[in-house]
């Protein structure tokens, strides 16, 4: 199959690329490879709203791009946050001709929310399902393009670089297209394009507790590390502080910040209000340090949990706002009327990723990257809430015009079909399933919120074993979706160590104890 343009990730990021570049030249191809259904992706999931800077009477830009550089704690790049946040209101006026919608007060105007780390009301919202929204209204325009192919079910396994091909050098880095897999019959194929974009999502299930749906599986960052793509700042995890507990401890409900925005306030098992001893900001501190003090109380207990009191609050106000956390909340027999939420941190946001520069380019040639699978500098050390669908859109659209203004040359390769003779269809199924729990208990019980160079060293030996099974599983058995999700979840794990290790000084979403100890060296 052939492509002007390959997207693989069919979430936000993915599909205002798409939409953008179909509508503008009608007679290109793009095909939209999505290992699930269509709108099964991160930006379902987002909760809370875009960050946009609507009211000039109480908010500035300045205001926006000081909070994002505090929570970035010194790492964001200055150039970056302006860009995104200065433009910020045109991306939003975008959505709103493709029909998403965002709730309005009485007057009329648009209700604005505030979420940690926010000086000001700014963040736009619809209900408490405002990803679902944006989602829909991307699909649906999408579908109305003829030039747009959607193939769901469809896994990507690798890109296809200089490397697979004998005629081109090993060390000019460019990027041809990728090698998928349809999951319904097992057909492998290639998909060779002009230019393609990755917009795979998070890496949430490396961790097993996230608030990510499973199939957040770092794939995008697992394909560009094995096509030798730059990849930076993989340590500064963040981790959600308000994530629904469950006793199983797999993908958990997020409640989200704007229920702590609204008034909810965070109490232990005790029912002592313990955010204001760790911050003058209370529950509104920025996610690291609500996560880290809640960390904190967990290890002095030795409880599971925290709760999340909202007992207090304008229950018709609540369920307004937050109608699918009052429900989802029921579901589990907590009432919130009368009941505190049982909440614990879980992974929620991977501020690092795939190095791309203003435009979106990263270190291969023809490959581009938006969304949460990338490192713009955005972030630095910890994203400031509800940054996370502006940044998608913003470098969507400046991809788009870059590739807009840039040739569209057809590349003259023969891609060499996928070879998997010699291959056998693995028995041991439940060997990629042992090896998937083992990688999730590494990375959580070694690195998780808090970290030591020990432990850190402890989950790299660890891996090692895990990693040298699955590679060699991997060369003798045929492909399948979970064994390739394991591989790219081990070479994203990896990435996450090294960089931790490499890292000397706490910041943001980074906090190591023998970095303490440095720092209070004389």
Same mark, same amino acid.
């Given at each position: 199959?052939?492509?002007?343009?390959?997207?693989?990730?069919?979430?936000?990021?993915?599909?205002?690329?798409?939409?953008?570049?179909?509508?503008?030249?009608?007679?290109?191809?793009?095909?939209?490879?999505?290992?699930?259904?269509?709108?099964?992706?991160?930006?379902?999931?987002?909760?809370?709203? $875009?960050?946009?800077?609507?009211?000039? &009477?109480?908010?500035?830009?300045? @205001?926006?791009?000081? =909070?994002?550089?505090?929570?970035?704690?010194?790492?964001?790049?200055? #150039?970056?946050? &302006?860009?995104?946040?200065?433009?910020?209101?045109?991306?939003?006026?975008?959505?709103?001709?493709?029909?998403?919608?965002?709730?309005? !007060?009485?007057?009329?105007?648009?209700? %604005?929310?505030?979420?940690?780390?926010? *000086?000001?009301?700014?963040?736009?919202?619809?209900?408490?399902?405002?990803?679902?929204?944006?989602?829909?209204?991307?699909?649906?325009?999408?579908?109305?393009?003829?030039?747009?192919?959607?193939?769901?079910?469809?896994?990507?396994?690798?890109?296809?670089?200089?490397?697979?091909?004998?005629?081109?050098?090993?060390?000019?880095?460019?990027?041809?297209?990728?090698?998928?897999?349809?999951?319904? *019959?097992?057909?492998?194929?290639?998909?060779?394009?002009?230019?393609?974009?990755?917009?795979?999502?998070?890496?949430?299930?490396?961790?097993?507790?996230?608030?990510?749906?499973?199939?957040?599986?770092? #794939?995008?960052?697992?394909m560009a590390h094995r096509a030798k793509g730059r990849i930076k700042d993989m340590e500064f995890i963040q981790f959600h502080p308000t994530a629904l507990y469950d006793a199983k401890g797999e993908s958990s409900f997020l409640i989200s910040e704007a229920v702590r925005g609204f008034g909810a306030i965070l109490r232990n098992g005790k029912g002592y209000r313990f955010m204001p001893d760790y911050d003058e900001r209370a529950e509104l501190a920025s996610r690291d340090i609500v996560s880290q003090s809640?960390?904190?109380?967990?290890?002095?207990?030795?409880?599971?949990?925290?709760?999340?009191?909202?007992?207090?609050?304008?229950?018709?106000?609540?369920?307004?706002?937050?109608? !699918?956390?009052?429900? @989802?909340?029921?579901?589990?027999?907590?009432?919130?009327?009368? #009941?505190?939420?049982? $909440?614990?941190?879980?992974?929620?946001?991977?501020?690092?990723?795939? =190095?791309?520069?203003?435009?979106?380019?990263?270190? +291969?040639?023809?490959?581009?990257?938006?969304? &949460?699978?990338?490192?713009?500098?955005?972030?630095?050390?910890?994203? /400031?809430?509800? !940054?996370?669908?502006?940044?998608?859109?913003?470098?969507?659209?400046?991809?788009? @015009?870059? %590739?807009?203004?840039?040739?569209?040359?057809?590349?003259?390769?023969?891609?060499?079909?996928?070879?998997?003779?010699?291959?056998? +269809?693995?028995?041991?199924?439940? /060997? $990629?399933?042992?090896?998937?729990?083992?990688?999730?208990?590494?990375?959580? #019980?070694?690195?998780? +919120?808090?970290? *030591?160079?020990?432990?850190?060293?402890?989950?790299?030996?660890?891996?090692?074993?895990?990693?040298?099974?699955?590679?060699?599983?991997?060369?003798?058995?045929?492909?399948?979706?979970? /064994?390739?999700?394991?591989? !790219?979840?081990?070479?994203?794990?990896?990435? +996450?160590?090294?960089q931790s290790l490499e890292r000397t000084e706490n910041k943001g979403g980074y906090y190591n104890l023998d970095n303490i100890k440095k720092e209070t060296r004389p």
């Amino acid at each position: 199959m052939t492509a002007d343009y390959l997207v693989i990730g069919s979430g936000v990021a993915g599909l205002t690329f798409a939409v953008k570049i179909a509508e503008k030249f009608p007679d290109r191809t793009v095909v939209i490879v999505t290992k699930a259904s269509e709108d099964e992706s991160n930006t379902k999931y987002a909760q809370g709203g $875009v960050a946009i800077v609507l009211n000039k &009477e109480s908010d500035s830009f300045k @205001k926006h791009i000081q =909070d994002t550089l505090i929570a970035g704690d010194g790492l964001c790049n200055k #150039d970056v946050v &302006e860009m995104v946040v200065n433009e910020g209101p045109d991306r939003f006026q975008e959505l709103l001709l493709w029909g998403a919608n965002f709730d309005e !007060n009485d007057a009329g105007k648009f209700d %604005l929310g505030k979420e940690g780390g926010h *000086s000001e009301y700014r963040i736009a919202h619809h209900k408490d399902i405002t990803g679902f929204e944006i989602e829909r209204a991307l699909l649906t325009t999408a579908h109305q393009l003829p030039n747009i192919s959607i193939l769901p079910h469809h896994f990507a396994i690798d890109l296809v670089t200089n490397h697979h091909i004998e005629s081109k050098d090993s060390d000019d880095l460019c990027c041809y297209g990728a090698y998928v897999m349809n999951q319904n *019959s097992g057909e492998i194929f290639t998909i060779k394009s002009n230019s393609t974009l990755l917009a795979s999502g998070g890496i949430g299930r490396v961790y097993g507790h996230t608030t990510n749906p499973v199939i957040a599986t770092g #794939d995008g960052v697992g394909m560009a590390h094995r096509a030798k793509g730059r990849i930076k700042d993989m340590e500064f995890i963040q981790f959600h502080p308000t994530a629904l507990y469950d006793a199983k401890g797999e993908s958990s409900f997020l409640i989200s910040e704007a229920v702590r925005g609204f008034g909810a306030i965070l109490r232990n098992g005790k029912g002592y209000r313990f955010m204001p001893d760790y911050d003058e900001r209370a529950e509104l501190a920025s996610r690291d340090i609500v996560s880290q003090s809640i960390d904190s109380e967990l290890k002095k207990s030795g409880d599971t949990h925290v709760y999340l009191d909202c007992t207090h609050l304008d229950m018709e106000g609540f369920m307004a706002h937050f109608p !699918n956390i009052y429900e @989802k909340c029921l579901e589990h027999h907590i009432d919130i009327k009368t #009941d505190w939420i049982p $909440v614990v941190p879980a992974c929620h946001y991977l501020c690092g990723g795939v =190095d791309v520069d203003i435009i979106g380019r990263t270190t +291969i040639d023809n490959l581009y990257a938006c969304g &949460e699978c990338t490192r713009t500098g955005l972030h630095g050390a910890n994203r /400031l809430a509800s !940054n996370s669908l502006l940044e998608a859109l913003v470098y969507a659209h400046n991809i788009f @015009k870059h %590739l807009a203004n840039t040739d569209n040359t057809v590349l003259d390769v023969e891609i060499p079909d996928w070879d998997d003779d010699g291959t056998i +269809i693995p028995k041991e199924h439940v /060997l $990629v399933q042992h090896n998937l729990k083992q990688v999730q208990a590494i990375m959580r #019980d070694y690195v998780g +919120i808090v970290r *030591s160079n020990k432990r850190l060293k402890s989950a790299l030996k660890h891996l090692d074993v895990i990693s040298s099974e699955v590679e060699d599983l991997y060369k003798e058995s045929r492909i399948s979706t979970t /064994l390739c999700e394991l591989r !790219n979840m081990i070479n994203v794990a990896y990435l +996450i160590i090294w960089q931790s290790l490499e890292r000397t000084e706490n910041k943001g979403g980074y906090y190591n104890l023998d970095n303490i100890k440095k720092e209070t060296r004389p």
